[in-house]
């Protein structure tokens, strides 16, 4: 639960602020408050003269140590259990992304120093009373907490946390995954990936093949996995599809199959950061540009971090990969993207809706939703009408486009 002593400085601040729409209320403006003062608090202004003075082992440690607070689901909501992929029995290939330049060879990099590794990939299975009923177990059956499917035609949902890469838990998302999963009837299976600065990309592209891999090999059909990602996380969906769809064109890997369907919640859809609404909506949003000018910004710490802000790594940041609207999207399963008019990244996230539809045209292909006088990943104010009419909305998108 957020801290009351934090919620409490938020109540008065916010009765006094400026920061807000009539539509928002208390609960809502304090728990912004209290979200905006961690990501302020976090990400300090440096320039890339301090880049020798910056200890990233000490940037991380402070993350883990003043993490996003974990959200409460509610009794009513969903129950969770947490488990371990034993991350050397999925069979992905080092070289499953080779083709994809420096991000290939990378990717190579960071696959082969995890093989050696001995290591455990946790996640969270997060499973609703409802998924009970639509999958005729008894809500005490134990098989709900395990990762097997419950039956050949399941339907679960993978889902990946936003927090900018460097932040973030399962745990500081079950409150709005649970709300999703419950509207939904179905469990979802939450990845705690690696955090930058210590894991810069690719890591957490790798942990994503390797949870999607871990869950065909458990028996789960690749037409049943429902990608799920808030903001950074929605970033890590769309990697994971162009990942899966370049093995699967490329045979560089075991050809694991394509998700059924993809929903992205406020998903991040570039690292270079140019729309209008970065500037118009910063008044209202709970988060806010950094600059790539910062060695401690977000995108500077997932990406080679402690490198210099040269010409030739900004022109790396526009890898497809990274950014996401230079990426050729054509062929990918339906998508869903919900967004708030008020977030700063809605600019950017328009751009990327576009240009998906785009290339992927027809019916029920490509949606997207923006909630008026929302914010970035609304989501999470599970008590505001906009997140249940939203929870319901992807319950009714997964019915409809996953066979």
């Known amino acids: 639960m957020l801290p009351l002593l934090a919620v409490a400085k938020q109540v008065l601040r916010c009765c006094v602020s400026r920061r807000r729409l009539p539509e928002w209320d208390v609960r809502m403006r304090a728990e912004m408050g209290v979200v905006h003062d961690i990501v302020n608090r976090q ?48 069979g992905l290939s080092p070289d499953a992304l080779a083709g994809l330049g420096f ?9 082969t120093a995890d093989k050696g590794a001995g290591r455990m990939l946790p996640f969270e299975i997060v499973a609703p009373w409802t998924c009970c009923k639509r999958n005729g ?27 900018w890469y460097v932040l973030g838990s399962p745990a500081s998302h079950r409150r ?30 790798h942990d994503a093949l390797l949870a999607f891999h871990h869950l065909v090999r ?27 769809r370049h093995i699967r064109q490329t045979t560089t ?20 950061l140019s729309g209008a609404s970065l500037s118009k909506n910063k008044q209202f949003d709970y988060i806010f540009p950094i600059p790539v000018e910062w060695p401690t910004s977000p995108i500077r710490m997932f990406f080679k971090p402690g490198q210099r802000c ?39 996230i328009r751009e990327f809706a576009a240009r998906l539809a785009e290339q992927n045209p027809g019916p029920g292909a490509v949606v997207s939703e923006e909630y008026q006088n ?21 319950a009714q998108f997964v019915e409809q486009s996953v066979d």
């Open 43 to 90: 990400f300090r202004e440096s320039t890339d003269d301090d880049l020798d003075s910056i200890d990233y082992a000490r940037v991380q440690e402070e993350y883990l140590s003043h993490p996003i607070p974990a959200m409460w689901m509610g009794f009513w909501v969903a129950r969770h259990r947490a488990h371990c992929i034993p991350t050397g029995e999925t």
């Open 103 to 111: 991000a290939g060879d990378m990717f190579r990099d960071v696959a």
């Open 137 to 163: 177990v008894a809500c005490r059956d134990p098989r709900l907490l395990e990762p097997a499917p419950l039956h050949k035609d399941e339907k679960i949902f993978l889902a990946f946390h936003g927090g």
């Open 176 to 205: 709005m995954l649970g709300q999703v999963a419950r509207a939904a009837g179905m469990r979802a299976f939450a990845v705690d990936y690696r955090l930058a600065p210590l894991h810069p990309f690719p890591a957490q592209l």
């Open 218 to 244: 458990l028996g789960h059909a690749p037409k049943n996995i429902v990608l799920l990602g808030d903001s950074a996380g929605g970033h890590l969906c769309v990697d994971l599809l162009l990942a899966l």
């Open 253 to 272: 890997g075991p050809d694991a199959g394509m998700p059924g369907a993809a929903v992205l919640l406020s998903p991040l859809t570039t690292l270079t």
């Open 310 to 348: 040269t010409q030739a790594y900004r022109e790396q940041l526009a890898h497809p990969l990274l950014a996401l609207e230079r990426a050729d999207l054509s062929g990918l399963p339906p998508v869903l993207i919900q967004s708030g008019d008020k977030e700063v990244l809605i600019d950017d």
């Open 374 to 394: 929302m914010v970035h990943v609304f989501h999470h104010f599970v008590h505001r009408p906009e997140a249940k009419r939203a929870a319901a909305a992807i």
